[in-house]
Structure formats: structure tokens, C-alpha cells
């Protein structure tokens, strides 16, 4: 379901995770490993006040590992603690638990030398939307809890979830708005699914994936789709479109007198892209963010 933010939408999300931050001990920042950057809220160190966090990168099956481990370092010298997980399998979900715990490590214990027994600890999944916020909270759950109201401002009755001894979580995840203010930030998402690309045109959404890959991941490319020869400059828009016409040609997306459809070649390399069809593939290199 795609959400349309409209002010008052963003400042009612705000508010309910505002709420539920009472309540809890840690949250869970869930983003995306392909786009660690662009599916981060704009807003979260401002709407978390120095919560303890605990940055959880999904998606990582799809991912490129060593990128991954870059990106893990680069959270490590912002000051934050993350694992990278696959909710969809499950893996590495369980240690989440564990380091949520560890991050609470020195209230925990001053709670102990009170002599208080210290409860399980309470946390609260946030992120933007289609990031998996849902299906962690299932995999850590280890059931189907209802469907989460997946809509700012649509609450339904909380419940805790327990996740094993030690922790609970709450049952509706805080949704937060992705970045709206930069282009590359909309075609990055869009070409994951996090937004719908009929938001963004098609084709340039196909344009901005096939340069960012063709850059870094080129054999992964040339394998999947069988193009000889790579784009001899980035830069040369021309040189991306031959690519897309190359894989149009190749995928028989052809309109009269052997024109390529590109549209349709488009959406052939979006869809392969995102079902992980071209490997593991991150779109946001940490090297140039540090
Ligand atoms: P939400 O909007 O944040 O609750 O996102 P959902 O939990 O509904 O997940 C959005 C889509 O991403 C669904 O199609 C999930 O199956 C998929 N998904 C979630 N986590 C993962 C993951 O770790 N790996 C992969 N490959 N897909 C995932």
C-alpha cells in the first residue's frame, strides 16, 4: 500500500511514534541494505531524541555483503550499533533481541544493583514504508500477528508481543516518510519498490538503475541480460539509453520497423532488479558517504 504524505500525515506519524516512545526502552530503526541512506526518514534523530537505537539493515540477501560490512562500520563511527538481517528468512533475526539488550546494557545493571528484577525490554520497530517493518515483526514474533494498520493515523488496539524471555515488542510499527527532497533519493527508491515507479516515470527510473549498476556491477549485468559492451561513459546519457535498448532487443521489446519499446524494456530491468534476478546489488556505495 503506498502512502501519499501529505503534511498533516507526517505530523501525525510523528506524533504516534512520539506516543509509543514513552513506552519503550529501544527502537529498532529498520532500513533498507540496498539503500541504506535514502530509506532513512530525514527526520529520525529529531523524532528519536536520543532513544537508544538499534540500526537493523533488511533486505541484505539482496544486498552486496561487502558493502554491507562498509556500511555497518560507517553506522559504527556515527555512534550506532547494526546488524544486517534478512527478515524474509529470518536470518540473523535473532540476534536482535541480544543487542537490543546490549544497548540497555547499563540501566539494566543499575537496576540490578537496586535489586530491582530487571523486566523483559520493550521496543518499537520503526521505519519507512516497505522497508519489511511487518515481516520482522511476524519472523520475531514467530507467528502472523494481524495485519499492521499500515497507515499513519490508522491505530488500532497495542498489544506487546513477546520475543522470547526478553524482550517485547510493540505490535504496530512506527511508519516514517521517506526523503522527498532529493530526486536521486525518489529513483533510488523507486527502483527497490519502496515507492511506486508510476509516481516517477518508468524509463527513468530504468535509466538512473542500469547507470548506478552498469557503474559498479557490470558483470552481473552482462550476465543477466547478455549486453557485450558496457556504457564507455557514465555520463553519456546516450550510452545508458543504448544499454536499456541493448536488453529491450535482447528481451524481444520491439515496436514497429525494430525499434525498442522501452517502456516495457524498463520495466523488465526494474522487476529482475528488485526480485534480486541481477544478484546482490547495493545501490548506495558507503565509501562516498564517509
Ligand atoms: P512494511 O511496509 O515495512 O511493513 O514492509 P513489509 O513487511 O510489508 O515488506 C515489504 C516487502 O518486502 C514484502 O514483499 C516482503 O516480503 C519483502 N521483504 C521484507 N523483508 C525482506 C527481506 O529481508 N528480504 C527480502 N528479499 N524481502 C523482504
Redo the contacts with the bound molecule.
Sequence with gaps: MTIQWFPGHMTKARRQIEEKLKLIDVVIE?IDARIPLSSRNPMIDDILRGKPRLIVL?????ADAKETERWIAYFAAEGHRSIA?????GTRVNEIPVLAKELLQHKIQRQIDKGINPRAVRGLIV??????????INRLAGRNIAA?G?RPGVTKGQQWIKVGTEMELLDT?G?LWPKFEDQLVGYRLAMT?AIKEQVLNVEDVAFFAVKAIAGRYWPQMQERFGVEEPPKDLEDADEVVRVMEEIGRKRGCLVGGGRVDLEKASGIILRELRA?KLGRITLEAAQSEV
Design positions: 529498520l533488511n533486505k541484505s540477501d539482496l538481517v534478512d527478515s524474509s528468512t521505519g519507512i514504508p516497505n522497508v519489511g517493518k511487518s515481516t520482522l499492521t499500515d510499527p511508519i519498490g534480486g
